[in-house]
């Protein structure tokens, strides 16, 4: 039994070399995903059938139930031959790997081979095939979801082909005395080989499927993480210095002897081999170049007679060139530069397709970024720059009452209008200006609101004197104080008086506004700042600007507080007083 | 034991380790744990019910009573099978609609009383381990003789597989154990049939000619009366098996592992199909025993009958199908004594532990510890136990489990399910009276009392080995006088909201 074990091992190595070389078949590897179409059914019960019926005759000889050795070609079989080997694992694989149908498929070409090839018990022998198929496809798809089923349940289900091979011989004999010999002496040692060459079969094209799998995980893996590290030079632009860095980057990570980042027209930077004659600034003329600008199309250049650089001694051989996409048009070129065409496989036109796809993405999203805080920017200036109507209506009324009675008042107050429209103009040309100024713009204001309010109002400055010059976003204050005055002090008949207090704190300036007026309505305080408020008067942006474009320009940590006095209530926040480089980095 | 044996050994061991390990691996709650998360289709659970049910006993049993005795061997399986029916018309679906765990669960879904809950668990519990016992004892002996391998070895490595599986795999192992057993089992005794009906021409009268000249009962070996020549316990014993099927715990548990209603009905058809599928092709196996292996020849090599299966393999195909034989024999051990194992498991460590002394608030780790243990420490205890009783015939346990499980919990499901005015002391007095009964009749019966072998050496109080037409009217009345003497009680439960539940599925939180 052992040496008949051994011997029925060897015969299965040879049938293990051949499994191992279709593995290695590409178009073979792609076809073992489960979707199968009726095509794919008979292509594979065609391809199991057959390498089946080289399992034949890879089998050992048996001539009335003794062992014989050596032989490989024999057609057809006498009477009292049989042939026992590995026929079965062909079979069997093909049930588990494709399902019932598969199995089926193939065992009938190998039962149809074996009923011309006759012998002894042919029509077990015979039948066992089909039988199997459908046995190991169905058990495949009772057991196991795994697209291919694990090696250790192949070696179970493995187990059991063979046992109905021995039930069937026994089954279809015509001398039991015999066939009882038969299946006690080779009926284990099929067992253990059979059950065992299935489950390395399998374990070997779980191995093939793996690795396929992997590799393009890997390369996926490559790209994004490529993707991920250039988002911070194509945020700058595309220029002479982040294409270099750029090139760099991709030079770096996909290991290539060269890398030349272009525009349209001129490379902008060039890394890696033949930097002494691919030099930025240099025009792009080469045919491929052309092409992948004009068609938007990724070019490969591999083929001797497309020349990727016209100089001599380039030893630059093969290319793919990726264009860069941004809104819809071309506007750059990458070139992956290779030093032979074979290089250039599957997965490095995949990859470079990809990246291509994903850097221009990229590019969009920096240029709708990028529209996005222009737009915002403009809006704001807009709202910035329009004063009040209600505010300039009620002026213009003073000046007019005041202009016989008072006319140095009148003068004052046109004086006054004037600075702050010229303030006004001025700041909105502006994104930040120094503290001083905003409390220019701000007395300004007063001055022509206490015309109005009379004796009703006080007006409290308070000021460390080392942040003059600190900058600050125009608009800040003054919105706040009016707040102040039309809702803070509204019904206030006299002794309104409003503290303006800006002191410097922990490397930060702060700006407090106070008022002793009703305070702010319990209802509204948690959304003041943060949503647009319905508003008889004015237009109901005011402090939510400001707390917008404080964050804006600061962070979260700008933003505005409300508090409620008693009485009054107070504005408080915080910016930094490196005002410049607090800029920079938000 | 020789090599081809010892092979066909390890491909079981190694086929359902892996199943173990794989199951271990697939998540770690109560869910998948008590049952699967009921992820089981109806095919799958039928399977696995039918690896549950059918034991060495059926397999190997009938298979020889079938060969000694003729119709009277076929009469077992007649009860075993019509049982399912009443399984599937009146308690596998309210059984999944009300319970999540085990049996504790459905009859708590009414009375929401521990005490009651405790008592169900108790009853199972003592059901459990009254059947693996025999199993036990009877899967040492049984590999003695197939594998030649010592007793006391026998039972530690079934006990010690069983353990494994359950307390790596909990239901999930256990499921799977029992599917392949039943393929094993179906496709083992299938294979024999046609070889043994392939010898006569594919002519089923051809095998009953050849048999009718074997037997020493000739003609009248068709007929019933070679084993059981009393009416009474006849009946008695039919009684028992229909009904006490319907009350097994390990049966019932399976069906929380499917989803749904329909799933539930799928179950019990095809585990019917494949129960009576089986017996079918036990008759076949039994007839081709007489004819191939010899009456005679049997009957002095194992008067119990047990061997007349594997003698048939040996005869028909030698040491390679005999070995192949033993080897599904022994996946059909395993398979039982597992499904008993987490039957007793899940009572222990869902019903009294997390239940009753926890609250029902036990985290998922520790029910799940609690679990492990629990089976760890019955399979310890099985071992141990049958260790002892190696020489002693335990045989009657297996009519006493049946005995209990008709008379407690069939009467408890049924009133429980369908009877509006059942209350909770009718419940508890049924069970106690159910159980006493039991163990009182066996203990007066025969299978202690006999002048020649019993435990008590005189005659038998009550003449009968199988005491179910006494035990289970017993319970039956226990239950119902329980109900009706305690008067207007408040304690009904809430049979509306169970009855719609439990006939719909239909869940009001």
Known sequence: MGILTLTLFERIGLIMIFAFMMTRIPSFRYLLDRELTLKTIIYHSLTFGLFGIMSVHVGILIIDGQLTEGHIWRFPLQENHMIIGSTLVAVVIAGLLGGPLVGLGSGLIVAVYVLFLGGESVWANSLVNPLSGLFAGFTARFFSEERVIAPAKALFIGMFTPILHMTLLLIFTDNPEHTIQIVNSFGVPLVVTNSIAIAIFTAMIRLALNEKEQEAALETRRALHIAEKSLPHLKQGFDFKTAMQMAQLLRDELKLPAVSLSNRSHVLAHIGIGSDHHKPGDKLNNVSSQEALKSGEIQVVNQSNQFICEHDHCSLRAAIIVPIRQSGDVTGLIHLYFKRPQQIRAVEIALAQGLGKLLSNQLDVVAAEKMKSLIQEAELRTIQAQINPHFLFNTLHSIATSIRSKPSLARHLIVQLGQFMRINLKLTSTSLIQLEKELDHLRAYLEIVKVRFSDQLTVHYEMDEDIRDVMIPPFTIQPLVENCIQHGLKDVEHGGEIWIRLSSENGKVKIMIQDNGRGIPNHIIGQLGNQLMESEKGNGVGIYNVNQRLIHSFGEQARLHFKNLSPGCVVTFRIPIDVQKGRESA | ?509
């Open chain 2, 1 to 509: 034991m020789n090599l081809t044996n010892f092979i066909f050994f390890l491909f079981i061991l190694f086929g359902t380790l892996i199943i173990t390990y794989w199951a271990a691996k697939r998540g770690k709650t109560t869910h998948q744990f008590y049952s699967v998360s009921g992820s089981l289709t109806g095919v799958q659970n039928g399977l696995a019910i039918a690896g549950d049910y059918m034991s060495a006993a059926s397999f190997l049993g009938i298979t020889g009573a079938i060969a000694l005795r003729g119709f009277d061997g076929f009469y077992y399986s007649i009860g075993f099978l019509v049982s399912y029916l009443l399984l599937l018309l009146l308690i596998a679906e309210p059984v999944r609609h009300l319970g999540t765990f085990t049996l504790g669960d459905v009859v708590f879904a009414r009375f929401a009383d521990r005490r009651v809950r405790i008592l169900t668990s108790l009853s199972t519990i003592i059901i459990s381990v009254l059947y693996m016992i025999p199993q036990l004892v009877a899967a040492g002996l049984l590999m003695q003789l197939l594998l030649g391998l010592e007793y006391g070895a026998s039972v530690v490595i079934i006990g010690t597989l069983m353990t494994i599986y359950v307390v790596f795999g909990g239901m999930v192992a256990t499921s799977w154990v029992q599917i392949i057993k039943t393929v094993l089992l179906m496709s083992g005794t299938f294979l024999i049939s046609l070889i043994v009906l392939s010898r006569f021409d594919w002519s089923i009268l051809q095998l009953a000619e050849a048999v009718k000249k074997a037997t020493p009962f000739g003609n009248t070996f068709f007929m019933p009366g070679h084993l059981f020549d009393n009416p009474l316990e006849t009946i008695s014993l039919q009684l028992t098996l229909i009904l006490g099927t319907a009350g097994l715990p390990h049966i019932l548990i399976r069906f929380f592992t499917v989803k749904d209603a329909p799933a539930v009905r799928q179950s019990v058809i095809t585990a019917t199909w494949i129960i009576g599928l089986f017996y079918v092709m036990t008759m076949i196996l039994g007839f081709g025993v007489v004819a191939f292996v010899g009456w005679d020849r049997l009957n002095s090599v194992d008067s119990s009958g047990n061997l007349a299966a594997p003698l048939l393999a040996s005869t028909l195909g030698g040491d390679f199908l005999m070995a192949f034989i033993s080897a599904v024999a022994f996946a059909t051990i395993l398979a039982v004594v597992t499904g008993l194992v987490i039957s007793a498991t899940s009572s222990v460590a869902h019903d009294i532990y997390n239940h009753t002394l926890r609250q029902g608030k036990a985290s998922e780790q520790d029910q799940l510890k609690v679990a492990r243990l629990t089976a760890a420490g019955i399979g310890l205890t099985a071992i141990i136990l049958s260790l002892g009783l190696k020489n002693i015939n335990v045989t009657f346990l297996v009519s006493l489990t049946f005995a209990v499980a008709a008379s407690t919990h069939l009467p408890l499901l049924l009133f429980t399910l369908y009877w509006r005015r059942f209350n909770l002391q009718g419940a508890v007095t049924g069970m106690i009276t159910g159980l006493m009964a039991s163990l009182l009749l066996v203990l007066l019966g025969p299978n202690m009392m006999n002048p020649e072998y019993g435990w008590m050496r005189r005659e038998a109080l009550i003449p009968l080995f199988n005491p179910g037409i006494l035990a289970i009217p017993i319970g039956f009345l226990g239950s119902f006088l329980g109900t009706i003497l305690s008067g207007k009680s408040k304690l009904t439960g809430n049979y509306d909201r169970v009855l719609i539940r439990s006939q719909t599925g239909w869940k009001d939180q």
